[in-house]
């Protein structure tokens, strides 16, 4: 597990949805001196897009922090979805893998119910997993893709949230993914900075009207961070992260802190809001 932050990185193309073994550098999943503190000592977390990227970051910070983990993947991700297990499993914490499609409203409910069968409850949800496809031109947009994407980054967000709120109790938490696009726009990923503006919608709104039933709902908005989506949806990685303020593009590491925080006790005032691990640029929508 490196501690480099790299400003440039070498060019690479994978096929979708990628590979965190054939990415070079690796990316950095958890520092070296990352201590756990039981900040999350005996909870089950659901995460989807567990496999690899920023969900295996968070998959082995909660670990590290007591939590047993139940990981969602694709089934071509099967690999990855292994080793984030393996990783889980030197913490000494159970890992739970459930290979399937999000976008299916029937697997979101058997992820759910498989998660609380195994590992004995369900405290925190993670809804992370997105895809991505770059269209430079507007015009030359695939509507198709378009339904692809919101069914994955959004709508598979009311489906598993839907089924793990017969679980949840007060005190535990959902976090969601959503990204600094929707602030700033991008104009090659139109259809996906938009699922990200309506996740930000989703998170502000779902957690004031969970708020009575004390569970927390937030949100992590990361910038441009090195994970196995980048080199499967850029044609060019070289440049990649190098316009923030930081002049680098994020690790993983740096990212899954926020969600330990927001899954914790020390956000137990907190609900309805969005962290942003971004390099630095200021948004204030």
Same mark, same amino acid.
């Given at each position: 597990?490196?501690?480099?932050?790299?400003?440039?990185?070498?060019?690479?193309?994978? $096929?979708?949805?990628?590979?965190?073994? $054939?990415?070079?550098?690796?990316?950095?999943?958890?520092?070296?001196?990352?201590?756990?503190?039981?900040? *999350?000592?005996? #909870?089950?977390?659901?995460?989807?897009? &567990?496999?690899?990227?920023?969900?295996?970051?968070?998959?082995?910070?909660?670990?590290?922090?007591?939590?047993?983990?139940?990981?969602?993947?694709?089934?071509?991700?099967?690999?990855?979805?292994?080793?984030?297990?393996?990783?889980?499993?030197?913490?000494? #914490?159970?890992? *739970?893998?459930?290979? &399937?499609?999000?976008?299916?409203?029937?697997?979101?409910? *058997?992820?759910?119910?498989?998660?609380?069968?195994? *590992?004995?409850?369900?405290?925190?949800?993670?809804?992370?997993?997105?895809?991505?496809?770059?269209?430079?031109?507007?015009?030359?947009?695939?509507?198709?893709?378009?339904?692809?994407?919101?069914?994955?980054?959004?709508?598979?967000?009311?489906?598993?949230?839907?089924?793990?709120?017969?679980?949840?109790?007060?005190?535990?938490?959902?976090?969601?993914?959503?990204?600094?696009?929707?602030?700033?726009?991008?104009?090659?990923?139109?259809?996906?900075?938009?699922?990200?503006?309506?996740?930000?919608?989703?998170? #502000?709104?779902?957690?004031?009207?969970?708020?009575?039933?004390?569970? #927390?709902?937030?949100?992590?908005?990361?910038?441009?961070?090195?994970?196995?989506?980048?080199?499967?949806?850029?044609?060019?990685?070289?440049?990649?992260?190098?316009?923030?303020?930081?002049?680098?593009?994020?690790?993983?590491?740096?990212?899954?802190?926020?969600?330990?925080?927001?899954?914790?006790?020390?956000?137990?005032?907190?609900?309805?809001?969005?962290?942003?691990?971004?390099? &630095?640029?200021?948004?204030?929508?």
């Amino acid at each position: 597990m490196t501690t480099r932050k790299p400003k440039k990185f070498p060019e690479q193309a994978q $096929k979708r949805p990628g590979s965190e073994a $054939k990415m070079f550098p690796k990316p950095e999943i958890i520092r070296g001196d990352y201590k756990g503190s039981g900040k *999350l000592l005996d #909870r089950v977390a659901l995460i989807t897009g &567990g496999d690899s990227g920023i969900g295996r970051a968070v998959a082995l910070h909660f670990a590290r922090e007591g939590a047993n983990i139940a990981i969602v993947f694709l089934p071509v991700e099967r690999a990855d979805a292994e080793e984030t297990k393996q990783l889980v499993n030197k913490e000494e #914490r159970k890992c *739970l893998l459930i290979p &399937g499609d999000i976008r299916d409203k029937r697997f979101c409910a *058997l992820a759910v119910s498989r998660t609380v069968k195994d *590992l004995g409850k369900l405290n925190i949800l993670v809804n992370n997993a997105a895809e991505q496809h770059r269209v430079d031109d507007f015009r030359n947009i695939d509507l198709k893709i378009v339904e692809r994407t919101f069914q994955t980054n959004i709508l598979s967000m009311f489906y598993l949230t839907k089924e793990a709120l017969n679980h949840l109790r007060r005190g535990d938490s959902i976090i969601n993914t959503t990204s600094v696009t929707n602030y700033r726009g991008s104009e090659s990923l139109v259809d996906y900075s938009s699922t990200k503006g309506a996740i930000t919608a989703f998170t #502000r709104s779902l957690g004031k009207s969970l708020a009575k039933d004390g569970i #927390r709902v937030n949100g992590v908005a990361p910038g441009p961070i090195w994970t196995p989506l980048i080199p499967s949806t850029f044609e060019s990685v070289k440049e990649f992260g190098k316009k923030t303020p930081m002049g680098r593009a994020g690790h993983p590491s740096e990212v899954a802190p926020a969600y330990v925080f927001l899954a914790s006790k020390d956000a137990s005032y907190i609900t309805s809001q969005v962290i942003h691990p971004n390099g &630095g640029e200021v948004v204030n929508a």
